[in-house]
């Protein structure tokens, strides 16, 4: 019996020390998962998730710039015409050091349906593009180009539903090409 007693005290003993492990680990396991959920919650106050209905497409933007989205309706018929969007920042206070900085969208609806090979002639013009590129867009196709001469902008032609989605980056710089294909590069068709 007396032998028993000492064992007893030292499982005892084990068991306290097991528990106090088990209980510290699954402490530090939520404080590790609240610190998770705090850093995804700053990604997603830095980059928000912006659906174009319309155009059956989404992307993702910094939350530091405005997007600004305008459907146009035809008077005629009320039926939509073409859409524009723009994702933007002009140098305000706490918005991206890039500066000025523009990306503008255009597709018109119900134009004669274009092909891939159809863009590429964009390739054979030298006058008005400094250089032409394939380009991908998240799940869309296209080219990269830089048009010449003063409105130098980078200008990106999408095949989105056998039409073309033009957007234009302007101020023409390294860092508005870097964010404006960070953009790009995230679209997704809904």
């Known amino acids: 019996m007396q032998k028993l007693k000492p064992l007893a005290f030292l499982l005892v003993i084990l068991i306290a020390i097991l528990t106090f492990t088990l209980f510290s680990d699954k402490k530090s396991n939520i404080d590790n998962i609240h610190e998770t959920d705090a850093d995804l919650e700053t990604l997603t106050e830095e980059v928000e998730t912006n659906t174009f209905e319309e155009l059956g497409i989404s992307m993702q933007v ?14 005629e018929t009320g039926e939509l015409e073409s859409y524009i969007f723009y994702v933007q920042n002009y140098g305000y ?7 000025d900085f523009q990306l503008y969208g255009s597709y018109q609806f ?4 274009v092909q891939l090979r159809d863009l590429e002639a964009m390739k054979e ?4 593009y400094e250089y032409v590129k394939d380009f991908v867009a998240g799940d869309l196709t296209g080219y ?13 032609s999408l095949l989105l539903d056998e039409q073309v989605l033009r957007i234009s980056v302007s101020e023409p710089t390294a860092e ?3 964010l404006a294909e960070s953009i790009l590069k995230s679209i997704k068709l809904n």
């Open 62 to 75: 910094p939350g530091e710039l405005v997007v600004i989205k305008e459907p146009v309706i035809s008077e």
């Open 93 to 99: 206070e706490g918005g991206p050091e890039t500066g």
């Open 110 to 113: 119900r134009l004669p349906t």
């Open 125 to 128: 013009d030298t006058q008005t």
């Open 144 to 156: 990269e180009s830089q048009y010449k001469g003063e409105r130098n902008n980078y200008v990106y």
């Open 176 to 178: 508005n090409k870097e």
